[in-house]
């Protein structure tokens, strides 16, 4: 199994201001993805970073938005942009495991725009 | 931590109980069905999957089912107990041929409470 850990834990931040959630795993993968899950809700995919290329985004997303990095196999970025109160979610990385549909999440990051 | 299930259907149960949730499904064409257990303030972790050609597949307490007729997913608990309190997430895998591996179209969920 694959140890994720995601920084911050949680925060609170301004409208309009941006907040970059870092994620960080054990062991070299490809593959890492970004969901969101808003209060209340299931989750979300955002996007599928590959390292060495541009992340590829889901319908509604935009990279405006969200820019993500990753700048090697154990290491990715997600940026939230421009803040607004409607961006509150918990933000969670993951990574596929070694059984097809096994995918480990990270802790998640408890985002609050006021 | 805070729960994320505010606005989640719910399932009470006493231990000991079999617990059955339910979950339904919108992609005819996805390959695998995938159910997830998050606990307050983690993220989701696996806990069965179960392949489209299959109707049926059993774990270690947990069963899930499969109707493709009706597009409904079930997660049967047996001897339910408190660790099992938690909300459980059904999931879609559509491979499409390889070229979507790993992304999951999560449902709805349901809140597990189990009392003791």
């Known amino acids: 199994s694959a140890v994720i850990s995601q920084k911050p834990s949680r925060d609170i931040c301004q409208r309009g201001t941006s907040l970059t959630i870092q994620c960080q795993v054990d062991s070299q993968v490809t593959m890492m993805f970004w969901y969101r899950q808003q209060p209340g809700q299931s989750l979300t995919l955002i996007a599928t970073a590959n390292q060495g290329s541009e992340a590829t985004y889901e319908s509604g997303f935009v990279i405006d938005k969200f820019p993500i990095s990753r700048p090697n196999l154990t290491f990715s970025t997600l940026t939230v942009s421009n803040m607004s109160p409607e961006d509150s979610s918990i933000y969670l990385c993951?990574?596929?495991?070694?059984?097809?549909?096994?995918?480990?999440f990270g802790p998640g990051t408890r985002l609050t725009v006021l | 931590g805070e729960s994320v299930g505010l606005h989640l259907p719910t399932l009470s149960v006493q231990e000991g109980d079999n617990s059955i949730i339910n979950c339904a499904y919108s992609n005819s064409a996805s390959d695998y069905f995938i159910w997830y257990k998050q606990e307050s303030g983690k993220g989701p972790q696996f806990i069965i999957d179960i392949r489209s050609n299959m109707d049926k597949r059993q774990g270690q307490r947990v069963t899930v089912l499969l109707n493709k007729t009706v597009k409904h997913l079930s997660l049967q608990i047996a001897a339910t107990q408190p660790g099992d309190s938690a909300v459980y997430f059904c999931a879609e895998n559509n491979s499409q041929g390889g070229t979507s591996y790993g992304k999951l179209t999560f449902g709805q969920g349901t809140i597990l409470t189990v009392h003791p």
């Open positions: 993951s990574v596929p495991g070694l059984i097809y549909n096994e995918q480990f």
